[in-house]
């Protein structure tokens, strides 16, 4: 079964250590400068964002059919079973398709390295392995970042939007935006007022079958098309040697 | 010989310094200090112009070597070996211009081994890489003949159709696919530019921007080398570029039409104003002044009728790939100055190798072997006909 994030804002009280807890996983730098940065960059791979009262984290979505796997031309990511997107840097050759192809903008890159990689939240796959949880969720102090299976977190944030209606707007961010997403949200307010794409921008439907419905056709455009070129070419020049045959016989004729 | 200094040459210097200073701080001082790119516009100039302008502007290859060898066209014979040169100069250019963009281009033979059939971008790279052997290949008679080594020019005569079919394969996959790099963006892209119908408008454009490409390209090389001006043949290929025109235009009217964006095109905004610009300068423009026998019959006119198309058709790709992108992004993109002069030091090159080989090669002096209208042709009966190996 495949894991998950189920992120409630309506539990956050934006202690940040979710951010912390994140950097030091990773090996990043944390500190009050950079625990005062409002945006994800390639060392601050989850932020917590606040806007009147309210909460919202960012991070990557771990999509089911993730864009930037799909357009990466070397495969260096790819959606493992447990559930993380995770990237393989010596495949890496630094195209930059991937940051340019996912709808939540997640990918950062590390702009003034000379060997720069990409870099994003990639749902602590180590930990997972090890049957624990990631560390944004082992850090949180009231459950506003529950790790899980997704499925149950799913039904879970269905029960909590069923029970307190009030308090969340009635929609669950993930459950189908680009088809289906590992990490899932809840709000009180629009996911939009935190960037969040709405889902009438970026469907139900997984990204990549938006380049999937072209690219399938390749293996059979390329017989097809060799055929009709050859076709052409054999044609074209099948003129001249039948005239050129008519010629000589012509020739042959009036000799 | 004398070295004569000129402005060409010294502007030439400037710009090879200042593009000499611009590659030190790619290599030592990373992507981040040489250009404005950033997470919110990853793709910059770079991408914009040497990658999808660069490939549209070398599109001619294709198109006249296809009009050439495939359709038998003969009178467009003359100008095969100029256009096949600006092919292989355009693609060997962007490969070079790749190796600045890639953050860690000495892995960029990585998409020979870890191959993902998924990616657009996959099949623009092994296309482009085939099809510069290819391009290659078709240009080396040029060297061969030069040195005068007769064996493998006529290995290269024997495997010629088999080389103009694969170029002309290639060409239609990658430029196309060059479109589909953005049809998984449609929440990123503005709705004046993302459509479905991307891989078609940007094979359409090929076409008729390779064709322009040819006359704007005949016409300069006959004012820079003093050389004959093919006229008639310029003549034709106006025409054909004005049928080009007209269906790009139908096309992009057609999807505006489909997607309901005739009336949001209308209205003044900041990306309107982009596209009308695009617009007026790859159809309107030259479109008018094809439709004048007068202008389609005048080397001016045809050369003044496609750089307004070329500029036109350059302006849609960088709206595509900038301008697309700057409401989503929240800012505009204006290239760095360095950025800028790794382009400008790229082009220079290009005029400047370009030079040196209708300098040391029979780029130009070289007529195919005139064929007498009333002898049978029996010469060319043993080969698809050869790329001018005749002599």
């Given at each position: 079964?495949?894991?998950?994030?189920?992120?409630?804002?309506?539990?956050?009280?934006?202690?940040?250590?979710?951010?912390?807890?994140?950097?030091?996983?990773?090996?990043?730098?944390?500190?009050?400068?950079?625990?005062?940065?409002?945006?994800?960059?390639?060392?601050?791979?989850?932020?917590?964002?606040?806007?009147?009262?309210?909460?919202?984290?960012?991070?990557?979505?771990?999509?089911?059919?993730?864009?930037?796997?799909?357009?990466?031309?070397?495969?260096?990511?790819?959606?493992?079973?447990?559930?993380?997107?995770?990237?393989?840097?010596?495949?890496?050759?630094?195209?930059?398709?991937?940051?340019?192809?996912?709808?939540?903008?997640?990918?950062?890159?590390?702009?003034?390295?000379?060997?720069?990689?990409?870099?994003?939240?990639?749902?602590?796959?180590?930990?997972?392995?090890?049957?624990?949880?990631?560390?944004?969720?082992?850090?949180?102090?009231?459950?506003?970042?529950?790790?899980?299976?997704r499925?149950?977190?799913?039904?879970?944030?269905?029960?909590?939007?069923?029970?307190?209606?009030?308090?969340?707007?009635?929609?669950?961010?993930?459950?189908?935006?680009?088809?289906?997403?590992?990490?899932?949200?809840?709000?009180?307010?629009?996911?939009?007022?935190?960037?969040?794409?709405?889902?009438?921008?970026?469907?139900?439907?997984?990204?990549?079958?938006?380049?999937?419905?072209?690219?399938?056709k390749?293996?059979?455009?390329?017989?097809?098309?060799?055929?009709?070129?050859?076709?052409?070419?054999?044609?074209?020049?099948?003129?001249?040697?039948?005239?050129?045959?008519?010629?000589?016989?012509?020739?042959?004729?009036?000799? | 010989?004398?070295?004569?200094?000129?402005?060409?040459?010294?502007?030439?210097?400037?710009?090879?310094?200042?593009?000499?200073?611009?590659?030190?701080?790619?290599?030592?001082?990373?992507?981040?200090?040489?250009?404005?790119?950033?997470?919110q516009?990853?793709?910059g100039?770079?991408?914009?112009?040497?990658?999808?302008?660069?490939?549209?502007?070398?599109?001619?290859?294709?198109?006249?070597?296809?009009?050439?060898?495939?359709?038998n066209?003969?009178?467009?014979?003359?100008?095969?070996?100029?256009?096949?040169?600006?092919?292989?100069?355009?693609?060997?250019?962007?490969?070079?211009?790749?190796?600045?963009?890639?953050?860690?281009?000495?892995?960029?033979?990585?998409?020979?081994?870890?191959?993902?059939?998924?990616?657009?971008?996959?099949?623009?790279?092994?296309?482009?890489m085939?099809?510069?052997?290819?391009?290659?290949?078709?240009?080396?008679?040029n060297?061969?003949?030069?040195?005068?080594?007769?064996?493998?020019?006529?290995?290269?005569?024997?495997?010629?159709?088999?080389?103009?079919?694969?170029?002309?394969?290639?060409?239609?996959?990658?430029?196309?696919?060059?479109?589909?790099?953005?049809?998984?963006?449609?929440?990123?892209?503005?709705?004046?530019?993302?459509?479905?119908?991307?891989?078609?408008?940007?094979?359409?454009?090929?076409?008729?921007?390779?064709?322009?490409?040819?006359?704007?390209?005949?016409?300069?090389?006959?004012?820079?080398?003093g050389?004959?001006?093919?006229?008639?043949?310029?003549?034709?290929?106006?025409?054909?570029?004005?049928?080009?025109?007209?269906?790009?235009?139908?096309?992009r009217?057609e999807?505006?039409?489909?997607?309901?964006?005739?009336?949001?095109?209308?209205?003044?905004?900041?990306?309107?104003?982009?596209?009308?610009?695009?617009l007026?300068?790859?159809?309107?423009?030259?479109?008018?002044?094809?439709?004048?026998?007068?202008?389609?019959?005048?080397?001016?006119?045809?050369?003044?009728?496609?750089?307004?198309?070329?500029?036109?058709?350059?302006?849609?790709?960088?709206?595509?790939?900038i301008?697309?992108?700057e409401?989503?992004?929240?800012?505009?993109f204006?290239?760095?100055?360095?950025?800028?002069?790794?382009?400008?030091?790229?082009?220079?090159?290009?005029?400047?190798?370009?030079?040196?080989?209708?300098?040391?090669?029979?780029?130009?002096?070289?007529?195919?072997?005139?064929?007498?209208?009333?002898?049978?042709?029996?010469?060319?009966?043993?080969?698809?006909?050869?790329?001018?190996?005749t002599?």
């Amino acid at each position: 079964m495949s894991k998950g994030i189920l992120y409630d804002s309506t539990l956050c009280i934006g202690c940040k250590l979710c951010e912390k807890a994140c950097a030091e996983h990773n090996g990043l730098p944390y500190n009050d400068d950079v625990a005062a940065e409002s945006k994800q960059s390639e060392h601050k791979f989850t932020v917590v964002l606040t806007e009147n009262d309210h909460f919202m984290r960012r991070l990557c979505m771990h999509c089911d059919e993730p864009a930037c796997a799909s357009v990466c031309p070397v495969g260096a990511f790819h959606k493992t079973a447990a559930g993380p997107v995770v990237y393989d840097v010596w495949k890496c050759i630094g195209c930059r398709y991937c940051m340019v192809a996912c709808a939540f903008a997640q990918p950062k890159y590390e702009w003034g390295s000379l060997n720069p990689r990409v870099r994003k939240c990639i749902m602590c796959p180590d930990l997972i392995k090890a049957g624990k949880q990631t560390a944004c969720a082992e850090a949180c102090p009231t459950g506003a970042t529950k790790f899980g299976e997704r499925d149950d977190l799913l039904k879970e944030a269905q029960d909590r939007i069923r029970q307190n209606p009030g308090n969340y707007v009635n929609h669950i961010y993930g459950q189908d935006e680009v088809g289906g997403t590992s990490v899932l949200l809840l709000s009180a307010v629009p996911f939009e007022q935190f960037g969040y794409p709405s889902i009438s921008k970026i469907g139900a439907k997984a990204l990549p079958e938006l380049t999937g419905v072209v690219m399938e056709k390749v293996p059979d455009f390329i017989p097809l098309w060799a055929l009709v070129l050859g076709g052409v070419y054999w044609l074209a020049h099948r003129k001249e040697e039948v005239a050129a045959a008519e010629a000589i016989e012509k020739q042959g004729s009036a000799a | 010989m004398k070295f004569k200094i000129t402005f060409w040459k010294v502007l030439f210097v400037i710009i090879m310094i200042l593009g000499a200073y611009s590659a030190y701080v790619r290599y030592f001082h990373g992507l981040g200090a040489v250009s404005n790119m950033s997470d919110q516009f990853p793709w910059g100039l770079w991408i914009g112009f040497d990658c999808l302008c660069g490939i549209m502007l070398a599109a001619g290859g294709f198109c006249i070597s296809g009009a050439v060898y495939l359709f038998n066209v003969e009178r467009l014979h003359v100008i095969v070996r100029p256009v096949i040169l600006t092919a292989f100069l355009g693609y060997s250019l962007f490969i070079v211009g790749l190796l600045f963009d890639l953050g860690r281009p000495w892995f960029i033979w990585h998409q020979l081994i870890y191959m993902n059939p998924h990616s657009a971008m996959f099949e623009v790279g092994m296309c482009v890489m085939t099809y510069t052997t290819v391009l290659f290949l078709e240009f080396l008679p040029n060297v061969l003949e030069r040195f005068h080594l007769t064996w493998p020019l006529k290995v290269i005569k024997a495997v010629m159709p088999v080389l103009i079919v694969a170029g002309i394969l290639l060409s239609t996959l990658h430029q196309s696919s060059l479109g589909s790099l953005y049809l998984i963006m449609p929440s990123k892209m503005h709705p004046f530019w993302y459509s479905p119908a991307l891989p078609f408008f940007f094979f359409g454009s090929a076409i008729a921007v390779g064709l322009a490409m040819t006359i704007f390209e005949s016409v300069q090389s006959a004012k820079a080398f003093g050389r004959h001006l093919e006229l008639p043949v310029l003549v034709e290929l106006g025409g054909a570029l004005l049928v080009a025109l007209w269906v790009n235009a139908l096309l992009r009217f057609e999807d505006f039409f489909h997607r309901g964006m005739l009336g949001k095109i209308m209205q003044p905004s900041y990306e309107a104003y982009f596209l009308w610009l695009e617009l007026l300068l790859a159809f309107v423009i030259p479109i008018t002044m094809l439709s004048f026998k007068k202008v389609r019959l005048s080397s001016n006119g045809l050369y003044l009728a496609s750089l307004s198309a070329i500029l036109g058709f350059v302006t849609n790709r960088l709206n595509i790939s900038i301008t697309g992108f700057e409401s989503w992004a929240g800012h505009h993109f204006v290239p760095k100055w360095t950025e800028l002069m790794i382009t400008v030091s790229i082009i220079a090159m290009g005029f400047f190798v370009f030079a040196m080989c209708v300098k040391y090669l029979p780029i130009f002096e070289h007529q195919p072997a005139a064929i007498p209208a009333e002898e049978p042709k029996l010469i060319r009966r043993e080969m698809p006909k050869p790329s001018h190996v005749t002599t």
